[in-house]
């Protein structure tokens, strides 16, 4: 079979289904915490991520195994919320690091950061009284 190169088919618009480094206005669809498997009991904390609707523009599947939920309107990614994994330990100088609050740190600063810190308080504040009982 030779190569050709007559019968090359161009991809759709051009436009990646993921989302490219950049200054982006984006939703936060879901926060989830991942395991790091290099470190027992550390997390990763995933924020994923979605682009403003694109006219024109199918996205990836919302659900693969239901079609009925249909395409993202827009790209899609996944940010890691910092370059290392949130674990409990202690520092080189002997101070305290805890997991938990360092990732309830992380919430509270984007929560405010974008102005929601009454959400911040009445919905986290109320998971961990539950968790506490």
Not at 6 to 15: A, F, N, R, V
Not at 38 to 52: C, D, P, R, S, Y
Request: glycine fraction near 10%.
């Amino acid at each position: 079979m030779a190569l050709s190169t007559t019968d090359l088919k161009e991809g759709g618009s051009g436009l990646p289904k993921t989302i490219s480094p950049g200054n982006i206005t984006l939703k936060i669809n879901s926060v989830v915490l991942e395991d790091f498997k290099f470190i027992q009991g550390a997390k990763h904390l995933m924020l994923n991520v979605e682009t403003e609707p694109i006219a024109g523009f199918e996205g990836f599947m919302i659900d693969k195994d239901d079609e009925s939920k249909g395409h993202y309107a827009g790209q899609i990614g996944r940010v890691k919320a910092s370059q290392y994994a949130f674990a409990d330990g202690q520092t080189k100088t002997g101070i305290k690091i805890e997991r938990d609050r360092s990732i309830l740190i992380f919430l509270q600063r984007l929560c405010k950061t974008l102005g929601m810190n009454e959400w911040f308080t009445a919905h986290i504040t109320s998971m961990i009284q539950l968790k506490n009982l």
